[in-house]
């Protein structure tokens, strides 16, 4: 397990995912005493997602205005006694939320503003705070082919290694981070890389009735976990593209519990064991919509089967549509579970 990257959480829609030009929020919705509350609660770390918009110019370098709220976070990280892991949520041609369009593959020019992204944010930070800044190169890629990733991965990985040696990169899986791409996902011969994956599974608990979701928006069912999925056949029918049968159906009268998660997991752990690497979860949660009960038993079983594996994380997320603090700052049940 990476030492400082243990347990952690993630501050989401702050500097991504969000108005980026409300610098009202911007400067203010996570605060110092915000991370205060985190290291309190026993994380170790916190999970910054970062948009490009926030922090490339049109030059292709880095704007200060919004490096200043990186450097920010990374000031109060400090202060609280917490590591912090930069991720970067999009790149230009590139977010997990429109894969149809999304053209960083193909285009030199994309991915030549992608090298230049992180060789601004490496040179910004040098080798300064090794073990307590680390980085993550992209946020839940979505090549069609997982080649196309790699060699995107590639570009940010030696952009970062040209200022610094020793920096911990975090490489994620193709597939919005899917532990079933890990078979190719390019392993770097650099003792201070880590592979992230993405952990939602099962799906049909963790996004139920998600707005977002087209199918289990339909579906508008309660599930518990663990559980035993009703026979969804009828509602599958019901669906308005075939895309959505399917994903109806893969849970159709399946059992949630501990050995499907852990079966899910089998290509990162095999990947783990091939290249004697760490792996780490940089997302996992379950949605405040799913009954509390069963969140809490979720998390105790995603707990168990990370630690059985040593296997860091982030839980998804700190206050938002997942997350384990109610929005006056008082904890949720599941607290006692991550941060026993």
Same mark, same amino acid.
């Given at each position: 397990?990476?030492?400082?990257?243990?347990?952690?959480?993630?501050?989401?829609?702050?500097?991504?995912?969000?108005?980026?030009?409300?610098?009202?929020?911007?400067?203010?919705?996570?605060?110092?005493?915000?991370?205060?509350?985190?290291?309190?609660?026993?994380?170790?770390?916190?999970?910054?997602?970062?948009?490009?918009?926030?922090?490339?110019?049109?030059?292709?370098?880095?704007?200060?205005?919004?490096?200043?709220?990186?450097?920010?976070?990374?000031?109060?990280?400090?202060?609280?006694?917490?590591?912090?892991?930069?991720?970067?949520?999009?790149?230009?041609?590139?977010?997990?939320?429109?894969?149809?369009?999304?053209?960083?593959?193909?285009?030199?020019?994309?991915?030549?503003?992608?090298?230049?992204?992180?060789?601004?944010?490496?040179?910004?930070?040098?080798?300064?705070?090794?073990?307590?800044?680390?980085?993550?190169?992209?946020?839940?890629?979505?090549?069609?082919?997982?080649?196309?990733?790699?060699?995107?991965?590639?570009?940010?990985?030696?952009?970062?290694?040209?200022?610094s040696q020793s920096r911990m990169i975090f490489v994620g899986s193709n597939s919005w981070? @899917?532990?079933?791409?890990?078979?190719?996902?390019?392993?770097?011969?650099?003792?201070?890389?880590?592979?992230?994956?993405?952990?939602?599974?099962?799906?049909?608990?963790?996004?139920?009735?998600?707005?977002?979701?087209?199918?289990?928006?339909?579906?508008?069912?309660?599930?518990?976990?663990?559980?035993?999925?009703?026979?969804?056949?009828?509602?599958?029918?019901?669906?308005?593209?075939?895309?959505?049968?399917?994903?109806?159906?893969?849970?159709?009268?399946?059992?949630?519990?501990?050995?499907?998660?852990?079966?899910?997991?089998?290509?990162?752990?095999?990947?783990?064991?091939?290249?004697?690497?760490?792996?780490?979860?940089?997302?996992?949660?379950?949605?405040?919509?799913?009954?509390?009960?069963?969140?809490?038993?979720?998390?105790?079983?995603?707990?168990?089967?990370? @630690?059985?594996?040593?296997?860091?994380?982030?839980?998804?997320?700190?206050?938002?549509?997942?997350?384990?603090?109610?929005?006056?700052?008082?904890?949720?049940?599941?607290?006692?579970?991550?941060?026993?």
């Amino acid at each position: 397990m990476v030492r400082n990257f243990a347990r952690g959480v993630n501050l989401s829609h702050w500097l991504s995912q969000c108005d980026l030009n409300d610098k009202e929020k911007l400067a203010g919705a996570c605060t110092e005493d915000d991370f205060r509350r985190i290291a309190d609660s026993g994380a170790d770390h916190v999970r910054l997602p970062v948009d490009y918009k926030l922090i490339e110019n049109e030059s292709g370098g880095l704007l200060d205005s919004g490096m200043s709220h990186v450097e920010r976070a990374c000031k109060f990280s400090r202060n609280s006694g917490l590591a912090i892991l930069i991720d970067l949520h999009s790149a230009p041609g590139m977010s997990f939320a429109t894969p149809e369009i999304n053209c960083i593959w193909n285009r030199r020019d994309l991915q030549d503003r992608f090298g230049a992204i992180w060789t601004g944010i490496a040179r910004c930070f040098g080798d300064s705070d090794l073990d307590a800044i680390a980085f993550e190169l992209l946020n839940e890629p979505t090549a069609n082919d997982n080649s196309d990733w790699n060699k995107i991965a590639s570009i940010g990985h030696a952009a970062v290694r040209r200022e610094s040696q020793s920096r911990m990169i975090f490489v994620g899986s193709n597939s919005w981070q @899917s532990p079933y791409t890990f078979p190719d996902l390019k392993h770097f011969d650099d003792p201070h890389t880590v592979y992230s994956f993405h952990f939602y599974e099962p799906f049909i608990f963790t996004h139920q009735k998600a707005c977002w979701v087209g199918n289990l928006k339909r579906l508008n069912l309660e599930i518990g976990y663990p559980a035993i999925v009703p026979n969804l056949e009828r509602e599958a029918s019901e669906m308005p593209d075939e895309s959505m049968k399917t994903q109806t159906l893969i849970y159709s009268g399946i059992k949630l519990d501990f050995d499907r998660m852990e079966e899910t997991l089998k290509h990162a752990l095999d990947f783990k064991k091939r290249h004697n690497c760490e792996l780490y979860c940089s997302e996992f949660g379950a949605i405040t919509l799913a009954p509390q009960d069963a969140r809490v038993n979720w998390f105790g079983d995603a707990v168990k089967l990370f @630690s059985e594996y040593e296997i860091g994380w982030a839980v998804w997320d700190y206050m938002g549509a997942f997350g384990i603090f109610h929005k006056d700052g008082k904890p949720k049940e599941e607290l006692d579970i991550l941060f026993p």
